[in-house]
């Protein structure tokens, strides 16, 4: 799938700027990447894009936000993420797509992301304050 999506993106991006151009408006990767390779992506990027089904911490997100505070942010509210960014108000501060099985609300949500930047500033900042070992002890024990 994820071959498909890229040839299908490239094609269109040929189509419109010929057939020279390496550009990718979209990455779309399954397979690991070293850490040095990532951090670059995640500082080159405009917007990140973290939409599980459901999941837990979003440590992905984490690092993006972290990496690249002055990109934006798209997140599912499957992502366990938008949990913890939503409990502590800061649920104005990136994208949400309510249904990621509806398409043409996922495409508007992409859309926003691109014309109505949200950056993610002041949840790096708030990221930076609660990190993970914060998180982990408020799960096992509650929070103080």
């Not at 040839?7 to 991006?13: A, D, G, H, V």
Request: hydrophobic residues 40%; neutral net charge; contains cysteine.
């Amino acid at each position: 799938i994820p071959d498909k999506i890229n040839k299908k993106f490239q094609k269109i991006l040929e189509d419109k700027y010929g057939k020279e151009t390496d550009y990718k408006a979209i990455i779309f990767e399954t397979a690991g990447v070293k850490r040095e390779e990532l951090i670059k992506r995640y500082l080159a990027m405009d917007i990140g894009v973290v939409t599980p089904v459901m999941d837990g911490m979003n440590l992905v997100a984490k690092e993006m936000i972290v990496c690249n505070p002055n990109a934006s942010l798209i997140l599912s509210e499957g992502a366990g993420t938008h949990h913890q960014f939503l409990e502590n108000k800061l649920a104005d501060n990136y994208h949400l797509v309510q249904d990621i099985t509806k398409v043409e609300a996922f495409a508007q949500v992409m859309h926003e992301a691109v014309t109505q930047p949200k950056k993610v500033a002041e949840l790096s900042e708030y990221l930076k304050k609660n990190g993970v070992e914060k998180w982990s002890n408020e799960f096992l024990y509650g929070k103080k």
